[in-house]
């Protein structure tokens, strides 16, 4: 029987970093700015107000309290309010690329895997910067990977998705070893000009290599008990940007072509189901919640993580248990599990069991149950 292991991940970071205060002050600047171009509209009752965002709003809506980003000066502009990338040419390296090349190489170095023997690349995020060719197979070029590669999408279940995808390929015996990359370049479909999500996303890219455990050589391994996953149609997390918007004329500067939620929706929704798949998952491994020393969960808001790992455990998780990274980070769609699973499992010993878990837009989530060889 072959065993699938994870023996390397790796985690780029961008070096630009937004608190809350900054953002707020960006946001309340263009709201001020709003409210004043406006007010003979507002004064008449023909247009509500806008609202100014605060800090202690922010912290306490979603536990975050700073954010990582490609670029800051752009979207802390109050007349611009996105990053400001440049356009790149054709034979240039594409900015998911030299992302996911800066996690790979962490990743492949963690494994002591060259890049050589990595036979496949699944390049895996929320948003993709262009249509094709994939990126995966650029990453693939840029590090020299042999065998295939291509792109997934299953929003902020793409890492755990592409994890199940590289292990059932080594498990049916395909190929020995896979690399996953989570490309997240979130700032640019976040609306900062929407108080209830202005400060919801960030950036960054993690990878992970996988083998088949009769070739890894890495000091650190997990196996995969298990992987789960489940999808459940929901509009209550929409965004209607895509190739067709020019051929149905729709704005494509409208606001559906950036990320929109029903945040409420999406809480009352989406804990009982994660919670259910985690708890099945764990059940037909024979396990249980007790079993779990970690909890990687996916990092978009604190408060859903401390339900979900509340209904799996049956108490209040630690901070150790179930440790929180989107404080810093904010929420990086796919890459957010990955990112705590990566800073926060060192001190694992043999034969303790943890599971890596998202959840998101689809609705999608995906669990990934590992032991510490």
């Known amino acids: 029987m072959t065993h699938v292991v994870i023996t390397g991940t790796g985690l780029y970071t961008p070096e630009h970093a937004i608190d809350n205060a900054a953002l707020v002050a960006a946001f309340n600047a263009w709201v001020d700015a709003e409210n004043a171009q406006y007010a003979d ?65 962490q ?46 999408n299953v929003a902020c279940s793409s890492a755990t998705f592409a994890i199940e995808t590289a292990a059932n390929a080594i498990a049916s015996g395909s190929v020995k070893r896979a690399l996953v990359v989570n490309p997240e370049i979130c700032s640019a479909h976040l609306n900062f000009r929407d108080r209830d999500s202005h400060f919801i996303f960030g950036d960054a890219c993690t990878a992970v290599v996988l083998e088949n455990s009769a070739v890894a050589v890495a000091s650190e391994q997990f196996e995969v008990l298990g992987t ?48 259910k798949l985690i708890t099945d998952h764990l059940a037909s491994l024979e396990l249980t919640g007790s079993d779990l020393k970690r909890m990687w969960l996916h990092q978009a808001n604190r408060h859903m993580n401390d ?20 404080d810093r980070y904010a929420n990086t769609s796919s890459a957010g599990s990955v990112i705590a699973f990566h800073l926060h499992h060192d001190e694992l010993v043999e034969g303790d069991i943890g599971v890596i878990c998202s959840f998101g837009a689809g609705y999608s989530a995906g669990s990934v149950v590992i032991r510490r060889l």
């Open 41 to 105: 509209a507002i004064q008449r009752g023909e247009r509500e107000p806008l609202a100014h965002s605060s800090s202690e709003f922010i912290e306490k809506a979603s536990g975050i309290k700073s954010r990582y980003v490609l670029d800051a000066s752009g979207i802390l502009d109050p007349q611009r309010m996105r990053p400001k990338l440049p356009q790149r040419g054709n034979d240039e390296p594409s900015i998911q690329c030299e992302m996911a090349t800066a996690a790979a190489r």
């Open 107 to 152: 990743a492949l170095a963690a494994a002591q895997v060259d890049a050589t023997d990595i036979e496949l690349v699944i390049v895996a995020c929320s948003n993709l910067e262009r249509a094709y060719p994939a990126v995966a197979v650029e990453v693939q070029q840029a590090l020299g990977t042999s065998g295939y590669g291509f792109d997934m």
């Open 228 to 275: 789960r996953l489940v999808t459940q149609f929901s509009n209550a997390i929409r965004n209607n940007a895509g190739f067709l918007n020019r051929v149905t004329d729709s704005d494509p500067l409208a606001l559906d072509k950036l990320f929109v939620q029903e945040g409420r929706r999406v809480f009352r929704e989406v804990c009982p189901m994660v919670a």
């Open 307 to 326: 339900l979900i790992a509340r209904k799996v455990l049956g108490y209040d998780p630690s901070e150790t248990q179930a440790p929180i990274i989107l």
